[in-house]
């Protein structure tokens, strides 16, 4: 998928579709598969400009017909045929789309899902079946997903129903259409064939093949199912585009006429990671191949009507085939706003187009959420890690709903929340997005209490699973001390408040005393005096307090037997 001569979109897409694949293989978390629906909506937004593109070409070719329907006029009638091939698989791909939304929500968003001043816009919300939709309907785009997580419903709506092998049988028949058209051209049979292909897939370890349906949507999240779909519309579109582009090329240059052009950056990816670089091409849409353009990166500014020229520091671009190939280090993190000019010589004089772009720089970040691990301890400061891909820490702020939530090192994202009540607590993080506090995600926890301390005795071991201890030692130890084992956070403190010693006073009768407090009293330690090698002394009822915090109860904790030698 990565070798050949594929155009920038298409590897663009393709590396979209590996990362989903797989991420998607792995646990992740919620965090992770809520950016996937964005990753849905940037492929849409994509797929959208590929139709307008390809709008465009059609209507060349019927202006073209019309001014010489004999030569080409059967190049517009096989053009019109593949859009009406795409077509209706794009529209297949949508009700598929659709009907699973509906399945995991039971209801879907279209168009849009929130307005401008971030309230749901219920009046896009729909429960109506695919059949019952109108067609302006039909074309608006799904807005929203909320059960991304969901795993059952990709494999019910689209595998067992048979839809899926459906779709199979429609790319394959779409693909077969479309080579027949490219010929012998051997770029093009192998985009084609790359971006529809619908092979069985190789299992875990090689071993067996599973078929491209179950590969695809069995046991898929919800989200993954959604984007998958979405980027096979966008390769069909994708196709379509290169085979109207062969038969626009094979059309008398005199006898289809291009009216208008523009400046054109396709980015090999608008995601890039800190310390990665920035790749795009750029070029105009109807260039003439006779010549190269002139390409500046940088400001520019409007100097009247149609008329640009660079202002301040810019760069010259190499041209190479009538495409300038841009990379850029990228060493601040956010998103980057970049643009410049395309000059290019007409029969009229020279004409300059602008163009512009922008790209999102994230840190390379490692994201492992221990989905049944996400408790915080109850008035205690848990140290959180925060972050929010494409913005640096000091642009985040944290809310919490239950206690307290402050920065320790704001500048890395190290912050300390403190729950004040058992139960839950929703962090919550912001950026500024146009000078506007946006919400970017809650991450939901469970608060518990700081579990409780182990009593122990200073200087008594285990031997054998029992506590053994020399009488000296244990006349010498002082008392009995509460300790929490294994619990890593700092400033918690437990002291034992009371207990009892039981033990066998010179080896004729049990005695026992009571005390408050840890230490042992002077009835407690003439019975350990008087207790012979080999008897056992319990220590029982015993009860610490946690002293750290206010008006904190007394707990239970579990009894000690040691064995004197």
């Given at each position: 998928m990565a070798g050949g001569n594929l155009?920038?979109?298409?590897?663009?897409?393709?590396?979209?579709?590996?990362?989903?694949?797989?991420?998607?293989?792995?646990?992740?978390?919620?965090?992770?598969?809520?950016?996937?629906?964005?990753?849905?909506?940037?492929?849409?937004?994509?797929?959208?400009?590929f139709t307008s593109k390809?709008?465009?070409?059609?209507?060349?070719?019927?202006?073209?017909?019309?001014?010489?329907?004999?030569?080409?006029?059967?190049?517009?009638?096989?053009?019109?045929?593949?859009?009406?091939?795409?077509?209706?698989?794009?529209?297949?791909?949508?009700?598929?789309?659709?009907?699973?939304?509906?399945?995991?929500?039971?209801?879907?968003?279209?168009?849009?899902?929130?307005?401008?001043?971030?309230?749901?816009?219920?009046?896009?919300?729909?429960?109506?079946?695919?059949?019952?939709?109108?067609?302006?309907?039909?074309?608006?785009?799904?807005?929203?997903?909320?059960?991304?997580?969901?795993?059952?419903?990709?494999?019910?709506?689209l595998v067992i129903s048979g839809k899926a092998t459906s779709l199979k049988e429609q790319i394959n028949s779409f693909r077969k259409n479309m080579l027949a058209i490219a010929g012998n051209n051997e770029v093009l049979n192998f985009n084609i064939i790359s971006a529809l292909n619908t092979d069985d897939k190789n299992g875990k370890g090689g071993s067996s093949k599973v078929s491209w349906e179950n590969y695809n949507f069995l046991d898929m999240p919800a989200v993954g199912a959604l984007t998958l779909l979405s980027k096979m519309q966008s390769d069909v579109r994708n196709s379509e585009a290169d085979i109207i582009k062969l038969l626009r090329e094979n059309i008398d240059a005199g006898s289809l006429k291009f009216t208008s052009a523009e400046g054109i950056q396709i980015p090999t990816s608008t995601f890039v990671l800190r310390g990665d670089s920035f790749r795009s091409q750029i070029f105009i849409s109807a260039k003439d191949t006779t010549q190269d353009p002139l390409i500046y990166v940088g400001e520019f500014d409007s100097i009247g009507p149609g008329q640009y020229e660079m202002v301040g520091d810019y760069d010259t671009i190499d041209v190479v085939?009538?495409?300038?190939?841009?990379?850029?280090?990228?060493?601040?993190?956010?998103?980057?706003?970049?643009?410049?000019?395309?000059?290019?010589?007409?029969?009229?004089?020279?004409?300059?187009?602008?163009?512009?772009?922008?790209?999102?720089?994230?840190?390379?970040?490692?994201?492992?959420?221990?989905?049944?691990?996400?408790?915080?301890?109850?008035?205690?400061?848990?140290?959180?890690?925060?972050?929010?891909?494409?913005?640096?820490?000091?642009?985040?702020?944290?809310?919490?709903?239950?206690?307290?939530?402050?920065?320790?090192?704001?500048?890395?994202?190290?912050?300390?929340?403190?729950?004040?009540?058992?139960?839950?607590a929703s962090v919550t993080l912001y950026t500024k997005i146009d000078n506007k506090r946006t919400k970017m995600g809650s991450v939901e926890f469970r608060v518990k209490e700081v579990p409780p301390p182990k009593a122990r005795v200073p200087l008594a071991k285990k031997a054998g699973g029992v506590l053994m201890i020399e009488k000296t030692k244990m006349l010498n130890s002082g008392g009995v001390l509460a300790d929490l084992e294994n619990f890593d956070?700092?400033?918690?403190?437990?002291?034992?408040?009371?207990?009892?010693?039981?033990?066998?006073?010179?080896?004729?009768?049990?005695?026992?005393?009571?005390?408050?407090?840890?230490?042992?009293?002077?009835?407690?330690?003439?019975?350990?005096?008087?207790?012979?090698?080999?008897?056992?002394?319990t220590i029982s009822n015993i009860k610490a307090k946690r002293v750290d915090i206010k008006n904190s109860k007394e707990r239970q904790l579990d009894p000690l037997v040691l064995e004197i030698k």
């Amino acid at each position: 998928m990565a070798g050949g001569n594929l155009s920038p979109r298409q590897k663009m897409i393709n590396m979209m579709y590996l990362v989903l694949t797989a991420l998607l293989a792995l646990n992740v978390s919620k965090e992770v598969l809520n950016s996937f629906f964005e990753v849905n909506t940037g492929v849409v937004r994509t797929t959208t400009n590929f139709t307008s593109k390809n709008m465009e070409t059609y209507n060349d070719f019927t202006a073209a017909a019309e001014l010489n329907p004999v030569k080409a006029g059967p190049f517009r009638d096989q053009a019109l045929a593949v859009k009406r091939e795409a077509d209706a698989i794009v529209n297949f791909i949508q009700e598929l789309k659709y009907n699973l939304v509906l399945a995991v929500d039971k209801s879907v968003f279209l168009g849009q899902y929130k307005g401008l001043d971030g309230e749901i816009i219920d009046g896009n919300e729909t429960e109506l079946s695919w059949e019952k939709l109108s067609k302006e309907q039909k074309i608006l785009p799904i807005a929203n997903l909320s059960n991304k997580e969901n795993r059952d419903m990709s494999g019910q709506t689209l595998v067992i129903s048979g839809k899926a092998t459906s779709l199979k049988e429609q790319i394959n028949s779409f693909r077969k259409n479309m080579l027949a058209i490219a010929g012998n051209n051997e770029v093009l049979n192998f985009n084609i064939i790359s971006a529809l292909n619908t092979d069985d897939k190789n299992g875990k370890g090689g071993s067996s093949k599973v078929s491209w349906e179950n590969y695809n949507f069995l046991d898929m999240p919800a989200v993954g199912a959604l984007t998958l779909l979405s980027k096979m519309q966008s390769d069909v579109r994708n196709s379509e585009a290169d085979i109207i582009k062969l038969l626009r090329e094979n059309i008398d240059a005199g006898s289809l006429k291009f009216t208008s052009a523009e400046g054109i950056q396709i980015p090999t990816s608008t995601f890039v990671l800190r310390g990665d670089s920035f790749r795009s091409q750029i070029f105009i849409s109807a260039k003439d191949t006779t010549q190269d353009p002139l390409i500046y990166v940088g400001e520019f500014d409007s100097i009247g009507p149609g008329q640009y020229e660079m202002v301040g520091d810019y760069d010259t671009i190499d041209v190479v085939n009538g495409k300038g190939m841009f990379s850029r280090r990228a060493n601040v993190t956010g998103m980057q706003n970049w643009g410049g000019l395309i000059s290019m010589k007409t029969e009229s004089g020279t004409k300059t187009y602008p163009f512009t772009g922008s790209y999102l720089v994230a840190n390379k970040t490692a994201v492992v959420s221990p989905v049944k691990m996400n408790i915080l301890y109850l008035e205690v400061d848990n140290p959180l890690q925060i972050s929010v891909p494409g913005f640096s820490a000091g642009e985040i702020t944290a809310s919490i709903t239950n206690g307290s939530i402050a920065p320790v090192k704001k500048s890395s994202g190290e912050y300390n929340a403190r729950p004040s009540k058992k139960g839950k607590a929703s962090v919550t993080l912001y950026t500024k997005i146009d000078n506007k506090r946006t919400k970017m995600g809650s991450v939901e926890f469970r608060v518990k209490e700081v579990p409780p301390p182990k009593a122990r005795v200073p200087l008594a071991k285990k031997a054998g699973g029992v506590l053994m201890i020399e009488k000296t030692k244990m006349l010498n130890s002082g008392g009995v001390l509460a300790d929490l084992e294994n619990f890593d956070f700092e400033g918690v403190r437990y002291i034992i408040t009371s207990y009892r010693l039981t033990g066998m006073y010179k080896g004729e009768q049990m005695k026992r005393e009571t005390t408050s407090g840890g230490g042992f009293t002077k009835d407690m330690l003439n019975i350990i005096k008087n207790t012979k090698i080999g008897n056992t002394l319990t220590i029982s009822n015993i009860k610490a307090k946690r002293v750290d915090i206010k008006n904190s109860k007394e707990r239970q904790l579990d009894p000690l037997v040691l064995e004197i030698k």
